[in-house]
């Protein structure tokens, strides 16, 4: 069995409600490692420990890098608090490191004060030990190529040559449910990730047009959730039909409004549907002057038929940070994807950048909004994504 | 609505003849043995490999050492091109071909430009036709080699490649002729011999065989460097472990789809004719892409509804059970507009708006009377609320 030794970040600083982030991440990574059994995550002051197979260590590692509130994750060595024993397997870790005139520092933190030496002290002997094996090395206190940590804690001391970073953030989980609206485009994805980032629960409502768009479309929206999954799982796909209404706007009111709307009828949507899951808050991966239907006038066309704050993560990103957000979280390629969705279905050429509230109101009074809206509502489908091996 | 699916999409791939199908299965249950074992089992596969290359080399009228199996049709065209190309740099390093070959030949190409060959793609007509003495002009004493399909696959243009070839062996009678026959083969009579072509690629899953089967025929004394390195199987020409299952599939289906070509030509001329006349009494303003007629194959319809969009016409369709391909398959997952259509001119509208309706013999006229009256019918819905 090896050992890795997770540090986390900002939930360290909570006051009363340490105990319930602490937990809340616990769980979430004994959520991710499912499959890598036989596992152990033991929690002990500040520091989780997971026990696990030495072959499966690289997938374990892989996939606590996307638990959020995780800052690092380094594989850890446990010997016992005898000087000797720290001496000796620091020079190991040293050797399966080794470059020749490669420069290193050991960095101590004990947290267990009944261990008779200090910091500094475990630092300059342990180092000194090293430097006696006459390997081709040097001490750089400032820019170590290798940094050895020795952390002296109750139940041993636990040694590490490299730390891989975490993701940060918080604990998903901790800051109550949202309710994502996924398009298939690049941007929503990112905002989703954003809000699964500081410890959102996330669920993802997606609107499609059949017959007119196919189930490569659908497929899309259920990857791009795959992929927020391996952040948040499990997640919640719901699936709404927006064939009738889209119609409807499309008949009989003016096509310069048309995807304003969309977009509104779309938002009470999801606000009703916030409310069945109890869900607080609506994420949308608008940026403010992207495109014609991101002007101050229509977003807060949408603002105004949402009773629940809707949040845009990215509204002061350019594209370019969102495309290199979206390659780093990995869902560009399933966004790049050309399915049809039900937003290029029709794209009026020159769509309304400054529509008044009063016009939106009075082209609305024409169709059947309430009754259409409540059955793409009552016809939302749900779908429970996991992020490895399909939905259910 | 059908109960069964239509399927008009016999240009993308063919669902197996349930004949094939069987002995396919019974080949992978008792002759799994390798064909290079020395052990009885090997030599029963070995024997099932060379009576299915001798079946397949009839179909054409060659010698059964001139055919050489493959994974199907990209790697027979890879291996055709990059092959010749690099085993016969000395003699020139000119290639010749046109603007609407299938990727699995451009892309190759691509790639031995980098390597130092000049290759020069001709521009056919607004039907996807190749005026054989343009092509003939272009040949110099350094083409090495040409390479034309003989049935477009996205708009169905028949090249007439006996005249093609021979304008070429004209000016240059060291040029070696390849011939993608990837969409003609059993459905168009074809004879290597007669028709002055010598290397030619064929694919089992067109036919109405299994995926990922194919062949080359390679005539004889004509050098080719294989693409793979590995064992001495087809003469070290493509290393790897013999499909024979696949194999044997690929020329059982070949014998059962060239059987009553005529009839099976002339039925679809019939399917063709009643989608065409039953799409354009209710849509005048559609617009058929490539050949009308005569120079086009009787199982390709290829149809622009420009204002509507390919991908909304198929979903649609699909609704009722109908299936077909927008412009082509090949570029239906990818956001560029078809290659072809652009090369004959089509314009914006009708590259967006273009579907392909491809017809096989084991289509009904029931299915094809269902569809010829649902189609029209779908494109006045979306025509409603799209245009």
Known sequence: ?392 | MMAREVYLDNSSTTPMHPEVLKEMQTLLERKYGNPSSLHRLGNDAERTLSSSRQLLAEQLGVKSGEIYFTSGGTESNNMALAGIARRNYRRGKHLLTSKIEHPSVLEPLKKLEVEGFQVTYLEPDRNGLLDPFQLAETVTPKTILVSVMHVNNEIGTIQPIAEIAAAIKRKNPQTIVHVDAVQSFTRLPLSPREQGIDVLSISAHKFHGPKGTGALYIRGGILVEPLLAGGEQEKGLRAGTENTPGIAAMALAARLNSENRKEKTAQSKIFKEKMLSSIETAHPWAQINGPRKAEGVPNILNISFPGLKGEIILHALEEHNIFVSTGSACHSRKNKPSHVLEAIGAEKAALDGAIRISFSSMNTPEEIEYAASKIPQVISELKAFMS
């Open chain 1, 1 to 392: 069995m090896a050992l890795l030794l997770i540090r986390y970040g900002e939930i360290a600083l909570k006051g009363k409600n340490r105990p319930f982030f602490e937990k809340k991440l616990h769980k979430n990574i004994r959520n991710t490692l499912k499959g890598l059994e036989p596992f152990q995550v033991t929690f002990e002051k500040g520091r989780y420990f997971i026990s696990i197979p030495s072959e499966k260590i690289s997938q374990a590692q892989e996939r606590l890098q996307k638990v959020f509130g995780i800052i690092s994750i380094s594989r850890a060595v446990r010997v016992s608090l005898d000087l000797q024993e720290i001496c000796a397997e620091a020079l190991q870790l040293l050797k399966d490191n080794y470059k020749p005139g490669m420069s290193f520092k050991v960095n101590t933190r004990r947290s267990n004060k009944s261990f008779h030496l200090t910091s500094p002290k475990i630092n300059s002997t342990v180092g000194a030990y090293i430097l006696e094996s006459g390997l081709d090395i040097q001490v750089d206190v400032h820019n170590p190529q290798l940094l050895l940590t020795v952390e002296i804690r109750n139940k041993g001391a636990y040694l590490c040559a490299a730390e891989a970073a975490g993701p940060g953030g918080l604990p998903v989980g901790v800051n109550g449910k949202g309710i994502l609206l996924l398009s298939g485009g690049l941007d929503s994805p990112v905002a989703g990730w954003m809000a699964l980032k500081r410890g959102i629960e996330l669920e993802a409502l997606y609107f499609h047009s059949p017959p007119f768009t196919g189930e490569g479309a659908v497929n899309k929206a259920v990857d791009l959730c795959k992929v927020l999954a391996t952040y948040g799982d499990p997640l919640y796909l719901h699936l709404a039909p927006f064939t009738e209404l889209q119609k409807q706007i499309r008949l009989n009111c003016p096509e310069s409004l048309m995807i304003t709307l969309m977009r509104r009828s779309m938002l009470r949507v999801a606000d009703k549907l916030a409310y069945q899951r109890k869900a607080g808050v609506l994420f949308t991966g608008e940026s403010l002057g992207q495109v014609s239907s991101q002007t101050l006038e229509n977003l807060a066309a949408t603002n105004e038929v949402a009773s629940l704050p809707i949040l845009r993560p990215l509204i002061g990103f350019d594209k370019e940070e969102i495309i290199d957000r979206a390659r780093k979280i990995e869902s560009y390629d399933i966004s790049t994807r050309p399915f049809e969705d039900c937003c290029t279905l029709f794209v009026p050429p020159h769509p309304a950048t400054r529509p008044s509230i009063a016009e939106l109101q009075e082209a609305e009074k024409v169709i059947p909004l309430k009754e259409l809206e409540e059955s793409c509502l009552g016809n939302i489908e749900t779908i429970k994504i996991l992020p490895r091996g399909g939905e259910r």
